[in-house]
């Protein structure tokens, strides 16, 4: 896998970075011990596979959904990507250009991209929940977390563009997904429940289709879905 031998490469070099920082620390401290006052240096950490770190799958397989690659029509649009087959998750609403928005951190949903054939997400949809005024004593501002959208799944009344209509498609098998970083530093939400899919118990995740309590972060084996969509769609 590609991601392995990068990870490997990584971890090589920081061994031979590691190398180089014991000879600079073994000379530092020879002449410390020797300088009245003078600090002694920090010794360097040797990297192990335990505690190197390297970034995560999930974040060099991610993608933006939007603004590009879009079927207009009146009322919204529909967004159509070829993506590497593969399991994903929605991360959050990001502009790319400035790296603001909302990371659905504390909540959000996995679906598998199968190769071959058109995977339908559903509508993205207002959060009407979360539409409302800042609450008092709020300081974010502007309130970042109320630009949360909903996601509506497949059903008989999910729109399909025209110029789509003849292509076969299939519903997006959404599971709930655990907790995650906010890699991106930006405001931090969750995406509003679902039926029959996600759901929550204060700051809890509920897997509705396993109907069990989702406790820990899901695993994620593919990457993550980051969506750019001001206006509903799907």
């Known amino acids: 896998m590609l991601y392995d031998k990068l990870r490997e490469e990584a971890f090589a ?21 020797k300088t009245s006052g003078m600090k002694l240096p920090k010794k360097p950490v040797e990297p192990t596979e335990s505690n190197f770190q390297f970034t995560q799958f999930s974040q060099m397989a991610n993608f ?33 250009l400035n790296g603001m928005g909302v990371c659905y951190c504390m909540g959000s949903v996995t679906f598998t991209a ?12 207002t959060d009407l929940a979360n539409s409302g005024p800042a609450e008092k004593g709020d300081s974010s501002s502007p309130r970042l977390a109320a630009m949360t959208l909903a996601l509506d799944p497949v059903d008989d009344t ?14 997006a098998d959404l599971h709930a997904a655990g907790k995650v970083a906010n890699y991106m530093g930006i405001a931090i939400s969750r995406l509003p429940a679902i039926k029959g899919v996600l759901g929550y118990q204060r ?17 994620l084996e593919g990457g993550q879905v980051v969506l750019e969509a001001p206006n509903a769609q799907n």
């Open 13 to 33: 070099e920081a061994k031979e970075d590691y190398a180089k920082a014991v000879v600079k620390y073994e000379r530092d401290l020879a002449v410390a011990k």
């Open 203 to 219: 700051d809890r995740i509920i897997d509705r289709k396993a109907t069990t309590e989702t406790a820990a972060p899901a695993s």
């Open 114 to 125: 199968e190769a071959g054939k058109i995977v339908d997400l559903g509508t993205m949809t």
């Open 158 to 171: 999910t729109p399909v563009d025209p110029r789509l209509s003849s292509l076969p498609r299939i519903p």
């Open 64 to 96: 933006t959904m939007g603004p590009f690659n879009r079927f207009y029509s009146k009322g919204g649009g529909t967004y159509l990507h070829a993506v590497t087959p593969g399991t994903y998750r929605i991360f959050g609403q990001v502009d790319p």
